[in-house]
């Protein structure tokens, strides 16, 4: 079994920063892609930020400049920066990862979700 815990959401004032953490844990062989989708009230979950094994980042346009994901694969943790935050930034922040588990010969991929972590930008 695999959890991923959120941490770092909270409430910041626009022009202000948070950093946002997911630790995978149990039984892991390998993590592949990770990434953060948001759902803001009303609206559908939304791509932030995804980064692969290598290092390779994409970012939705919205945050482009602002977010920086990052990961530590020896702490199975995937970061995103969020700096210059903006009222629209304002949703629940989740994270998501594939991740391999398995014995040799049987390994299996399957994708897990965060609980998510509020994120409220307001003066």
């Known amino acids: 079994q695999v959890q991923l815990v959120e941490s770092g959401g909270g409430l910041v004032q626009p022009g202000g920063s948070l950093r946002l953490s997911c630790a995978a844990s149990?039984?892991?062989?390998?993590?592949?892609?990770m990434g953060w989708y948001r759902q803001a009230p009303g609206k559908q979950r939304e791509l932030v930020a995804t980064?692969?094994?290598?290092?390779?980042?994409t970012y939705a346009d919205s945050v482009k400049g602002r977010f920086t994901i990052s990961r530590d694969n020896a702490k199975n943790t995937v970061y995103l920066q969020m700096n210059s935050l903006k009222p629209e930034d304002t949703a629940v922040y989740y994270c998501?990862?594939?991740?391999?588990?398995?014995?040799?010969?049987?390994?299996?991929?399957?994708?897990?979700w965060g609980q998510g972590t509020q994120v409220t930008v307001s003066s």
């Open positions: 998501n990862t594939r991740i391999i588990s398995g014995d040799p010969g049987m390994r299996y991929a399957t994708d897990y």
């Open positions: 149990g039984s892991i062989f390998s993590i592949n892609a």
């Open positions: 980064v692969t094994v290598g290092g390779s980042t």
